[in-house]
């Protein structure tokens, strides 16, 4: 099993910036594709970012694209989420995923990050 813990979440204004990160420990996190969830307050958790074992291939929802970017250091064991010109719709908590190779669901999960914007 991997364990997830993530940081650098916290309080910020409208347009500035956060860097979330995610350390693995008891497995070698290049075995697993990694992913960031958020689950605003009264909603459900919500797909935000995917990035390929190797780190070549990154997915974005569609409200991220161009604002967030996901990034690995597998020798690391890290996983990082660049979050920019944040806007108080990314306000929520932010949670790292990780699947495993051949498995289509994420099994591995942190205990998550708030991360409030302020307008």
């Known amino acids: 099993q991997v364990q997830l813990v993530e940081s650098g979440g916290g309080l910020v204004q409208a347009g500035g910036s956060l860097r979330l990160s995610c350390l693995a420990s008891?497995?070698?996190?290049?075995?697993?594709?990694m992913a960031w969830f958020r689950q605003a307050h009264g909603k459900e958790r919500e797909f935000v970012a995917r990035?390929?074992?190797?780190?070549?291939?990154?997915y974005y929802e569609d409200s991220v694209k161009g604002r967030f970017i996901i990034s690995r250091d597998n020798a690391k064991n890290t996983v990082s989420l660049q979050m920019n010109n944040l806007t108080p719709e990314d306000t929520a908590v932010y949670y790292c995923?990780?699947?495993?190779?051949?498995?289509?669901?994420?099994?591995?999960w942190g205990r998550g990050a708030q991360v409030t914007v302020s307008s």
């Open positions: 995923a990780a699947q495993p190779s051949g498995v289509p669901t994420y099994d591995y």
């Open positions: 990035i390929s074992r190797s780190g070549q291939n990154q």
């Open positions: 008891g497995r070698t996190l290049s075995d697993y594709a």
